[in-house]
Nanobody, 118 residues
Framework: QVQLVESGGGLVQAGGSLRLSCAAS????????MGWYRQAPGKQRELVAC???????NYADSVKGRFTISRENFKNTVYLQMNSLKPEDTAVYYC????????????WGQGTQVTVSS
């Protein structure tokens, strides 16, 4: 059984920073992709950033230059450093991992609230 445990959300003023982390645990043979999505009230869930096993990254245009995704492979952990936060970054942030435990599957974290006040 795979578990994703997120931490690091909270309330911050505009211009501030937060760091999210997500640790995957369980019987994991390999991880292909680790990423972060977010969902604001009344909006669809959207990709924020992801990092492939080889190290390639992809960012939403709205966060480029402000957010940085990284991972520690030996810890099965992904991080999202969020700087210069804006009120429009307010959302529930979800960790997403594509991995194999014998068969490939996509797993989601429970979500962590990020609120940016103006």
């Amino acid at each position: 059984q795979v578990q994703l445990v997120e931490s690091g959300g909270g309330l911050v003023q505009a211009g501030g920073s937060l760091r999210l982390s997500c640790a995957a645990s369980g019987i994991i043979f390999s991880i292909k992709v680790m990423g972060w999505y977010r969902q604001a009230p009344g909006k669809q869930r959207e990709l924020v950033a992801c990092i492939i096993s080889g190290g390639s990254t992809n960012y939403a245009d709205s966060v480029k230059g402000r957010f940085t995704i990284s991972r520690e492979n030996f810890k099965n952990t992904v991080y999202l450093q969020m700087n210069s936060l804006k009120p429009e970054d307010t959302a529930v942030y979800y960790c997403n991992v594509v991995l194999t435990t014998g068969g490939w599957g996509t797993y989601w974290g429970q979500g962590t609230q990020v609120t940016v006040s103006s």
